[in-house]
């Protein structure tokens, strides 16, 4: 039986590129836009969460969404990743519209979500298994993508543990192979590293280039950590009410906030207030939240 072959002949073009491997893939490799959004826009009532949004990122680049809780990444995230409708305004990712052509969209992507994706009752390989069939990969081809998959993010040793007694850091990374099996050409990643500690936080900086230097994908990520930003992405967005309101390289993004300005100072600048500024009353539940959420992640 003949199945997945879409998905393969997609990994195909990305494998037969003569350069993968080549660190020239470090960086965007031409301004060819592989998401496009025009005035994409969603609402919840009468709250406006993204407005009138236009983006180009570049095949190849990773690009980070900053942003203080509820500036809208999230809701962007839902809707380039077909999950949520937009109330106006269109994007297109590979060239596919995310509303007319869904399914083929959801062919050339993978997503791990803010919240939990992997099931603490099975082992690392069973998730990988069920994750294989979700995306349609080939039957024949299953055990040694799997296989690839877990070298590739360091649990070779734990495969056959439950998820449950892995580690904050190791789900994380169990994740993003699961939704990677199916060699997506944009993988979207959901604030990959919160609550994770400093070094399992740098591991997954680690798998996420290793990734990018293996298949050459383009890399949407949200993150509220502003090194994790500066470390890994080529350009980032800042997004405030549910727009954005500056993007750049780090160093256009300090040169914008004004000579001799950090990552920080821009920042504060253009997100409307420090980090901080979320612990205060009126979202300290979203803290809270994201914090029980993460400890969650390990039981
Ligand atoms: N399903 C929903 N129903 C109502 N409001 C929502 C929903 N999802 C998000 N919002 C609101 O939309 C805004 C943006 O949220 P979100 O995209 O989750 O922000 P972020 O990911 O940047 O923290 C927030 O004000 C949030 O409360
Ligand atoms: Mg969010």
Redesign the pocket.
Known sequence: MICGYIAESDAEKIFSMPDRNNATLLRPQSAEAIIRTSALTRN??T?V??DRLDLEVFRGEVFGLL??????????IKMLTTLLPPSAGTAQIAGFDIAAKAADVRRVIGYVP?ALSADGDLTGYENLLVFARLYDVPPRERSARIQDALVLMGLADSAHRLVKEYSGGMIRRLEIAQSTLHWPRVLFL?EPTVGLDPVARRDVWGMIGQLRQRYGSTIVL?THYLEEAAELCDRIGI?NK?RIVVIGTVAELEDKAGGGSTLDEAFAKYAGGTLEADLTVGTAY?ATSLTRRAADRTR
């Open positions: 919840f009532g709250l969460a993204v942003g203080r809780n509820g500036a809208g990444k999230s809701t962007l803010q959901d949200t997004m549910g979203a």
